[in-house]
């Protein structure tokens, strides 16, 4: 019913910066909150971030609060994340997601459509 793709990713330095883009297709009136998940190595999928369809509500991990920004576009149907002074710890395969209701969620089984993960990797 909606597709996701995400790009962006890559290998950036700790200190840096790296944008990450999700572009829907398909029934994109579903994609009502759009969220931003990692998954590390080892650990379970985490909650980044996530954004109302207005834009007007965002809400973020406390890791990331003050670091990364979430933001959508609708009319090009794509949610962007801009993560700044990243860290070796924010190394993980993160995953677009979107939600067709209008409550932001923050567990991976609140969303019903997901992208295939891009790879950031920040070294030290």
């Known amino acids: 019913q909606v597709q996701l793709v995400e790009s962006g990713g890559g290998l950036v330095q700790a200190g840096g910066s790296l944008r990450l883009s999700c572009a829907a297709s398909?029934?994109?009136?579903?994609?009502?909150?759009m969220g931003w998940f990692r998954q590390a190595p080892g650990k379970e999928r985490e909650f980044v971030a996530a954004?109302?369809?207005?834009?007007?509500?965002?809400y973020y991990a406390d890791s990331v609060k003050g670091r990364f920004t979430i933001s959508r576009d609708n009319a090009k149907n794509t949610v962007y994340l801009q993560m700044n002074s990243l860290k070796p710890e924010d190394t993980a395969v993160y995953y677009c997601?979107?939600?067709?209701?209008?409550?932001?969620?923050?567990?991976?089984?609140?969303?019903?459509?997901w992208g295939q993960g891009t790879q950031v990797t920040v070294s030290s």
């Open positions: 398909g029934r994109t009136f579903s994609a009502v909150v």
């Open positions: 954004i109302s369809w207005s834009g007007g509500s965002t």
């Open positions: 997601a979107a939600r067709s209701m209008v409550v932001i969620g923050t567990r991976p089984d609140e969303y019903n459509y």
